[in-house]
């Protein structure tokens, strides 16, 4: 096989991991936790293709990954904060509970 | 194949999918923080360090304690069992849904005709990649900024306490 696709093939699945805890779990935080593994696996793509990929670009790939993961950053701060926002209105952090927008 | 990058592999995938099978939120957040380390390695092994070395200082410096100060806040008793299970409709429908994203990624992969590999990947230096980050996408490294202190002042107004300040306390 070919290791750039051996690479592609390993964030797939961790890609779909972070989706079946997105999806299966109701814990805010659990929710959370697989949105960040589906955006690493979007990070591994990136370095994935800049190291097999054509040497035209020498930087961009890791350039990417770079700003993903600052604004993955910014992301996780944001849904921290909610979370602890969504504890203090409704004493638990279970999705199926936070039925309203209303504070 | 690399034997590094089997054990690479199996370290980010296994460790992954048993913190998406276990019922307590601490597990669950330290064996994430092995999936990130195991992640900056793979980052080593494709020969970026430094992203693998920022990778270590935000996902498994920042982003695990962020995580678990947030489990720890939220916390409904000091020994909490665990986590309610899932419905199991919905983790059967989470299930095929997964595994159906995944079977159709990896045939598409499994079947595009890639380039053989060069052999001997790129290799570039913090200097050179901070010399890039000052050319061309130094107005995309400004935004970041921006974004990165709105979204921590956006942090602290939401999670800060709606109720009563010092002052409407003491009288």
Known sequence: ?103 | MNFAFSVIAFLILATAAAAMCLRQLVHVALLLVVTWFAIAAFYLWAGAEFVAFAQILIYAGAISMVVLFAVLLTRQAPLSPSLTPAHPGRVVAALSLGGAVAGTMGYAILRTPLAPASAAGPVVSVRELGMELMGSPLAAVLIVGVILTAALIGAVVIAASPGTTKEEESS
């Open chain 1, 1 to 103: 096989m070919n290791p750039l696709q051996a690479c592609l093939l390993l964030s797939t699945t961790l890609f779909a991991i972070g989706l079946v805890t997105t999806l299966a779990r109701s814990d805010a935080i659990l929710v959370l936790l697989g949105i960040e593994l589906m955006l690493s696996a979007a990070n591994l793509n990136f370095i994935a293709f800049w190291h097999f990929g054509p040497a035209t670009a020498p930087v961009h790939g890791v350039i990417f990954v770079v700003f993903a993961l600052a604004v993955a950053a910014a992301e996780a701060a944001v849904g921290m904060a909610l979370i602890i926002a969504l504890y203090r209105h409704q004493k638990n952090i279970r999705l199926e509970e936070a039925t309203s927008l209303k504070g």
